[in-house]
């Protein structure tokens, strides 16, 4: 791969789409090719099909999916199903058939069992039965993943498959009805703070509340550290290598979790919130811990480099300029 090496990113305008364009231009990439979903519905083999055959594409990285919190993939479990393998099938089917060099596809940490072993290796996968409510997001994902072992099977294709931990920084989701943890909470002490910035007496201010008991461990990665791991592999890592492992795909993380409570701890003083925390255990916990075991992509020399504060302290600037 060179600098001027044609690269399609798919999503180029979500959370993930974004910093690779941040990365990939910062990089010195100048053949970077996009399109947005009224361009290119990515649901269309056709379209999709021609798209492949015109542009020719070398290098594929496919953050393009249909992607929401627990209860979106809940409630719209069809379309979470079909649309993303609809979304991955057809740009896996036309890379292989115009003859990309290499692919990657992004998949999620819901891909492995409920109840796993902690930190979760890449071969947990199809060891024990899937999280309910995200079922048909995981199924679609683990169908994307053996895609691309498939096809390298089949005919070599140059294809393999990531999962990242959860992500969080730029362009993330911070509408409380549907946002996951993080940006959730940096919304909600903001408002904390913003509502109640007139009142002199603090002991007055209102709590904020957090759903669950805050004690379930869990992983983030900035978005932008994932977009640096993505480089790398782009540049470095041949599905090869992955394969010959016996492995279908590669855990990307930061290797280390927190608990909730510690987390809501660390946004309450970078957003400097003076109020307490109310944990409203009434609501579900998830999972006590989900954390992925990172080791085999450290030790193709590739680690996280952003902290958790420093990440929150950049995806809060962002927000403020721009939710
Ligand atoms: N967010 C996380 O915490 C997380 C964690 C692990 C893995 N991932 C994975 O990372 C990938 C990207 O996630 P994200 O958080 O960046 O999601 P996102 O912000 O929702 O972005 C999704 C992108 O896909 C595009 N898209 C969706 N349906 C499309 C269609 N039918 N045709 C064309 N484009 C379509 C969206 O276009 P529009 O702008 O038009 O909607 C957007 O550019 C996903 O595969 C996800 O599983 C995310």
Redesign the pocket.
């Known amino acids: 791969m060179n600098k001027s090496s044609k690269l399609y990113i798919?999503?180029?305008?979500?959370?993930?789409?974004s910093a690779l364009m941040r990365k990939f231009t910062a990089e010195g990439f100048t053949n970077i090719i996009t399109k947005?979903?009224e361009e290119?519905?990515?649901?269309n083999q056709q379209a999709v099909t021609h798209f492949f055959q015109t542009e020719k594409p070398e290098y594929v990285i496919?953050?393009?999916?249909?992607?929401g919190g627990i209860l979106a993939n809940n409630t719209y479990r069809a379309e979470f199903l079909y649309?993303n393998l609809m979304?991955q099938s057809n740009i896996i089917h036309a890379s292989a058939s115009s003859g990309v060099e290499k692919l990657i596809f992004?998949?999620?940490?819901c891909i492995y069992p409920r109840d796993c072993p902690q930190p979760i290796k890449e071969e947990y996968l199809l060891t024990g039965p899937l999280e309910q409510t995200n079922e048909p997001y995981a199924i679609a994902?683990i169908a994307g993943i053996k895609l691309c072992e498939n096809y390298y099977k089949q005919y070599g294709c140059n294809f393999y498959s990531v999962?990242?931990?959860?992500?969080?920084g730029p362009?993330?989701?911070f509408d409380l009805e549907t946002s996951?943890v993080l940006p959730a909470l940096i919304r909600k002490f903001h408002e904390a703070k913003v509502n109640n910035a007139e009142l002199v007496d603090k002991s007055t201010l209102s709590p904020v509340e957090v759903w669950g008991t805050g004690t379930p461990r869990r992983e983030f990665l900035y978005v932008d550290d994932l977009a640096d791991a993505l480089f790398f592999l782009l540049s470095e890592v041949e599905a090869r290598d992955i394969y010959e492992q016996r492995i279908t795909h590669l855990n990307i993380g930061t290797g280390e979790d927190i608990t909730i409570k510690e987390l809501a701890e660390m946004i309450k003083e970078i957003i400097g919130f003076k109020g307490e925390i109310i944990y409203d255990s009434t609501k579900p916990d998830g999972t006590s811990r989900k954390l992925l075991d990172v080791s085999r992509i450290n030790g193709l020399g590739w680690r996280s480099k952003i902290d958790l504060e420093e990440g929150i302290k950049k995806t809060y600037e962002w927000f403020l300029k721009y939710q």
């Open positions: 798919a999503g180029h305008t979500g959370m993930v789409g947005t979903r290119l519905d990515l649901r496919i953050a393009a999916a249909k992607v649309d979304i992004l998949g999620s940490s994902k999962m990242p931990t959860n992500l969080y362009n993330d989701n996951h």
